[in-house]
């Protein structure tokens, strides 16, 4: 699968730093990446200030 990575990473880059900005100390953050065979599932969830949001994207064809 071939993404542009710059891209992908700006994305990541996002989602990674607003939960790290709204997750209170000790918190929890995770990070799935899932090939789905023709697209990738990016996941982000945190227990901060969202409890439960789940941020995601889905990359049909592998591009952003």
């Known amino acids: ?3 542009d990575e710059d891209k992908f990473f ?4 996002n989602l990674l730093s607003n939960s ?3 997750t209170n100390d000790g918190g ?3 990070l799935t ?4 065979d023709t697209s990738l599932l990016v996941t982000v969830a945190d227990n901060g ?3 439960g949001t789940i ?3 889905e990359l049909p064809n592998g591009e952003i």
């Open 28 to 30: 929890t953050i995770a």
């Open 55 to 57: 941020f995601y994207i």
């Open 1 to 3: 699968m071939e993404i």
């Open 49 to 51: 200030e969202n409890t």
């Open 20 to 22: 790290l900005k709204f």
């Open 10 to 13: 700006q994305i990541l880059n």
């Open 33 to 36: 990446i899932t090939d789905q």
